[in-house]
């Protein structure tokens, strides 16, 4: 099985970028897809992007399509998520997770075996 560490996360003001990293360890990382995920207080965790085990085929939520990015370099374990131009309502704790079956699209959290312990990205207004 895989490990999963995500890091990056931090405190920005709206309108700026961050950068979250998920490190894998144990088994490797290009024998999974991964998907981004995130919650808000108060709310159910929502995926927000997720990719293939090579990069070829990469998903998006609507309302975050044109502002996040996810890329990957199984050499280096790691997946990540470009984040640009942050509002304050995505203030939330960000996971990436790995699953070995995935078909495309956004798939819900029960789909996905192994979790990272998630990354606190708060935007301020």
């Known amino acids: 099985q895989v490990q999963l560490s995500e890091s990056g996360g931090g405190l920005v003001q709206a309108g700026c970028s961050l950068r979250l990293s998920c490190a894998a360890f144990?088994?490797?990382?290009?024998?999974?897809?991964i998907g981004w995920f995130r919650q808000a207080p108060g709310k159910e965790r929502e995926p927000v992007a997720a990719?293939?085990?090579?990069?070829?085929?990469?998903d998006y939520a609507e309302s975050v399509k044109g502002q996040f990015s996810v890329s990957r370099d199984n050499m280096e374990n790691t997946v990540s998520l470009q984040m640009n131009s942050l509002e304050r309502e995505e203030t939330a704790v960000y996971y990436c997770?790995?699953?070995?079956?995935?078909?495309?699209?956004?798939?819900?959290?029960?789909?996905?075996?192994?979790w990272g312990q998630g990354a606190q990205v708060s935007v301020s207004s």
């Open positions: 997770a790995a699953t070995l079956y995935w078909n495309g699209g956004l798939r819900g959290p029960q789909m996905y075996s192994f």
């Open positions: 144990g088994r490797t990382v290009s024998d999974y897809a």
């Open positions: 990719v293939n085990w090579n990069g070829d085929r990469k």
